[in-house]
């Protein structure tokens, strides 16, 4: 039971280069969500997606896509990265919705877009 | 717009000590409240989820409460290790369900 991975660990882009972001779960949940971290701003919601063929925008989508492929995957798309992308992406899903269940978090992805 | 603080910043106590980390939040309809650990370069690894329902949470040496009508939650760390050195962050779910709100963290090390 890997629980939430994420793919890949690192990566640098250059500005305008476009790329996805991939989390996967083995837990059988419902809800799944991308973060993204920054000193001083702490950890804010992208997108989130509530249940498979569902995706909602959080607090900072701009500049992002989602897309719920299947129940175990939620992936995150850079169309034209941008420096202000440079971030640590985190990805989390819980049971039944924030409201209930506990997040369970990936181990991030560290993005640098120069 | 909820806001979540977390006092303080940075914590640094001896071993064996007994040791208060809070959480504030400026909206007190809220759902549940979770707090997390956060080793350096890691991701988040969940310690204790609160329903709005609850008063306190339980987890070995871990002790949450919290307290919606003043939007304040407390998590308790008694008798202190090196291990628990980490970063501390809360976290308050919005009444529609839909939206994670995090603290800035709190920065915690524990010396020999």
């Known amino acids: 039971n890997a629980g939430v991975t994420q793919t890949p660990k690192f990566q640098v882009l250059k500005t305008g280069q476009s790329m996805t972001l991939q989390c996967a779960q083995d837990m059988n949940h419902n809800s799944m969500y991308w973060y993204r971290q920054d000193p001083g701003m702490g950890l804010r919601l992208i997108y989130y997606s509530a249940s498979e063929g569902t995706t909602d925008k959080g607090e900072v989508p701009n500049g992002y896509n989602v897309s719920r492929l299947n129940k175990r995957e939620f992936s995150l798309r850079l169309e034209s990265a941008a420096p202000s992308q440079t971030s640590v992406y985190f990805c989390?899903?819980?049971?039944?919705?924030?409201?209930?269940?506990?997040?369970?978090f990936g181990p991030g992805t560290r993005l640098t877009v120069t | 717009k909820q806001e979540v603080t977390q006092i303080p910043a940075a914590l640094s106590v001896p071993e064996g000590e007994n040791l208060v980390l809070n959480c504030s939040f400026t909206?007190?309809?809220?759902?549940?409240l979770q707090w997390f650990r956060q080793d350096p370069g890691k991701g988040l690894t969940s310690l204790l989820l609160i329903q709005s329902s609850q008063r306190e949470q339980t987890s070995g040496r871990l002790n949450a409460s919290l307290d919606k009508s003043s939007g304040r939650s407390t998590l308790y760390i008694a008798a202190s290790q090196p291990g628990d050195s980490a970063t501390y962050l809360c976290?308050?779910?919005?009444?529609?369900?839909?939206?994670?709100?995090f603290g800035g963290g709190t920065r915690l090390m524990v010396k020999p």
């Open positions: 989390a899903s819980s049971g039944a919705g924030p409201q209930y269940y506990e997040q369970y």
């Open positions: 976290a308050v779910v919005n009444n529609a369900g839909n939206m994670l709100t």
């Open positions: 909206d007190s309809a809220i759902y549940n």
